[in-house]
């Protein structure tokens, strides 16, 4: 689906990721999504285990405008930044990373905090980087590990340009694959997203966000 942005009346940033953040300011808004994401993932490992993953998420220079609105002049360094930081980790964590992880059909379960983070201004875009660490570290061999980032409401796409947005440590690439599935949803339901207003959210059982995500496959030998 194209990322086509229209007119609209004010807006809040987006469901969940930004709440703590929103700085009151009224910028336009079309359909679902509201909101983009373009995401990188670093693959970590040790001890032949997959440790956690190290996500990079770029946010789009609207919803950057409205970061940086609340950060005012304030160097990247400074206290204000770090507040910032934390609170948009706060509901990044509230949303259980907007991530899932399976092995064989089973979740994997996540550490409640992660590792590291920060926040971090690319040009007109803001930059949340951090680790999100696996509370029981599986094994790279066996079954493929599989694992998906996305909003559940679909107010935010979250998306990897193409496959090499995922990366894996020197030591893994010549025995681990990873392959990445970008789902077409129906035209029914492409549609439907895109009758959404900013102030419709999409049925809960519908799972909306889940039908957009995009799935990515690790497997090691």
């Known amino acids: 689906m194209g990322k086509d942005r229209g007119n609209t009346p004010c807006r809040r940033l987006p469901l969940g990721l930004f709440l703590a953040v929103a700085g009151g300011f009224c910028r336009p808004v079309y359909a679902h999504p509201h909101s983009f994401i373009d995401m990188k993932t670093d693959i970590l490992a040790q001890d032949e285990r997959l440790t956690g993953l190290k996500m990079t998420w770029t946010m789009d220079e609207i919803t950057s405008a409205d970061v ?8 990247p360094d400074s206290v204000i930044w770090k507040k910032l ?7 990044v964590l ?3 990373y907007f991530t899932e992880v399976y092995r064989d059909g089973k ?3 996540f550490e409640n905090l992660p590792t590291e983070y920060h926040l971090e201004r690319n040009g007109l875009k803001a930059r949340l980087v951090f680790v999100l660490p696996l509370a029981h570290p599986p094994e790279l061999k066996g079954a493929p590990i599989v694992f998906s980032t996305f909003d559940p409401t679909y107010f935010v796409d979250m998306t990897y340009a ?3 947005a995922v990366s894996l440590p020197p030591d893994l690439a010549a025995r681990c694959a990873i392959d990445l599935m970008t789902p077409v949803p129906n035209a029914a339901l492409q549609r439907y997203a895109l009758s959404l207003d900013k102030a419709a959210a999409p049925d809960v059982d519908m799972a909306l966000g889940k039908q957009f995500a995009q799935r990515v496959t690790l497997q090691c030998h």
């Open 94 to 96: 509230g949303q259980h």
């Open 162 to 164: 193409d496959k090499q």
């Open 107 to 109: 979740a994997v379960k």
């Open 85 to 91: 930081a934390a609170q948009i980790m706060a509901n």
């Open 68 to 75: 940086f609105y609340d950060a005012g002049d304030a160097k």
